[in-house]
């Protein structure tokens, strides 16, 4: 099933001002639109009035002096309307016939009262006035066209139609930018935060006027001093034991190694226990060792060299020196693949992945050297043992981390860490996958070119 992913919230108080702003608009557009229909309409309605009973008037008197007929035939019936007069046993029509009005409306005139009714004939809205004239007992009706009326108010509701939409895109457009302005101090934050985690610890936000931000702003830094402190304490920490400890377990060695000269005095029990002796000594310095490189690492004391390298020249080396020098070397490039880089870096990361192979995994079953599209240099390090599970693969690379099926073996749990530092202090990167041929393979990617910065640290990437 897939998932949709969420607007960004500021998309999402665009959209809710756009929401607003719009109904906010048809809401104004059916009230304006409603009282001007009203008020158009009545409007029409009174002129009408007038001007039906003016007509009547003319022909009330033209009655009286025996001009009916010349009178109604002059009257001044406005375009696209028409006017029927009715008498006892005399009719006079123009165009139009007296049933063309309601029935209603024609028996309201002939009870002797007058009244409006508005009709539709012949697909053409009207409104038709009726007007009892006493003195004859006679009928008069006029139709107005409500035509005129009609597309003045489909213009109206049109140009308030219109501005509804405007008035919701300015509605988006504030909402937006009004968010994007609020959101504008976590941005900073946000960006802040990234830079701490990538490794810039001395990263801060800047002060600001504002006096609910500044309390942010001075929160965020506090918290930054802190994690700063503590990290740096634990870097010290970390590499002032390392030192101290060098000296006992120097003469640890030394001491274990005379009774290993002398070990065919000791009785079986004893030889055993040497051994164990020696085997957790040289553990216990090779982790010092460790410890004390990515303590270097981090402080950035180990300064880089940077050359050209024939990469696969220099992997065959290193397999050769290497405790599995039979595993198979693959180079999948036609030519000599040629990359800018620091020697001894490289070194380390391609023998740790090596050694991790052959600690944790039976061995190093193939190492691959590729070349990406965009000229990185990938180094794939494929083993024997059952995979690191997919819940690990984000921390592997981090200190005294093991997978689960490597927690009871032998190791300092710190091969992989150096294998991600010396990767990102040459602009590169490592991560974990599956190996088609069962098993875990290590990938590490570094440039082919010289890196922006020697130290520049990279994301570690997850399978």
Request: charged residues 25%.
């Amino acid at each position: 099933m897939i998932r949709l992913r969420s607007p960004r919230l500021a998309s999402r108080v665009a959209a809710f001002f756009g929401i607003i702003g719009l109904l906010a608009g048809l809401g104004l557009t059916t009230a304006a639109y409603s009282v001007a229909r009203q008020s158009l309409v009545d409007q029409r309605i009174a002129t009408s009035r007038a001007t039906a009973f003016d007509h009547a008037l003319e022909l009330r008197n033209a009655f009286e002096q025996g001009t009916i007929s010349e009178t109604f035939q002059s009257l001044d019936i406005e375009e696209g309307g028409f006017a029927v007069l009715t008498r006892p046993a005399l009719t006079f029509l123009l165009q139009f016939p007296e049933t063309a009005f309601p029935t209603s409306l024609r028996d309201a005139v002939a009870d002797g009262k007058s009244g409006q009714q508005r009709f539709e004939y012949e697909g053409e809205n009207y409104i038709g006035i009726g007007v009892h004239i006493e003195a004859n007992n006679s009928g008069y009706f006029e139709a107005f066209p409500l035509n005129a009326t009609e597309r003045t108010l489909a213009i109206l509701v049109t140009a308030l139609l219109v501005g509804s939409l405007l008035a919701a895109l300015l509605a988006v457009f504030f909402g937006f930018s009004t968010s994007r302005g609020l959101l504008r101090p976590l941005t900073r934050v946000a960006a802040t935060a990234s830079d701490i985690a990538g490794g810039s610890l001395d990263a801060r936000l800047e002060p600001t006027d504002d006096p609910e931000l500044t309390r942010l702003v001075t929160a965020f830094n506090n918290m930054a001093d802190a994690v700063q402190s503590r990290i740096e304490r634990e870097e010290r920490f970390a590499s002032e034991v390392s030192h101290e400890l060098r000296s006992p377990i120097t003469a640890m060695t030394a001491a274990a190694e005379v009774l290993a000269a002398r070990r065919e005095e000791l009785s079986e029990r004893s030889q055993q226990a040497l051994d164990l002796l020696i085997a957790q000594v040289r553990r216990f310095d090779a982790m010092v060792i460790d410890l004390l490189e990515l303590s270097r690492l981090e402080a950035g004391a180990i300064d880089g060299h940077l050359e050209e390298v024939d990469i696969g020249d220099l992997s065959h080396r290193i397999l050769a020196r290497s405790s599995t020098p039979a595993t198979p070397l693959t180079i999948k490039s036609s030519e000599p693949i040629i990359a800018v880089t620091d020697r001894v870096r490289y070194e380390r990361i391609l023998s740790n992945l090596i050694e991790n192979a052959y600690v944790h995994a039976k061995g190093a079953t193939e190492v691959i050297i590729d070349t990406q599209r965009l000229g990185d240099v990938v180094i794939m390090v494929d083993d024997a043992g059952s995979g690191v599970d997919p819940a690990d693969r984000s921390r592997i690379f981090e200190r005294f981390t093991r997978g689960g099926t490597a927690r009871h073996r032998e190791g300092t749990g710190l091969g992989l860490a150096l294998v991600a530092e010396h990767a990102s202090a040459l602009g590169g990167w490592a991560y974990v996958d599956d190996s088609p041929a069962g098993g875990a393979r290590f990938v590490v990617v570094l440039p082919k070119t010289e890196p922006t910065l020697l130290n520049h640290d990279m994301p570690m990437e997850t399978a």
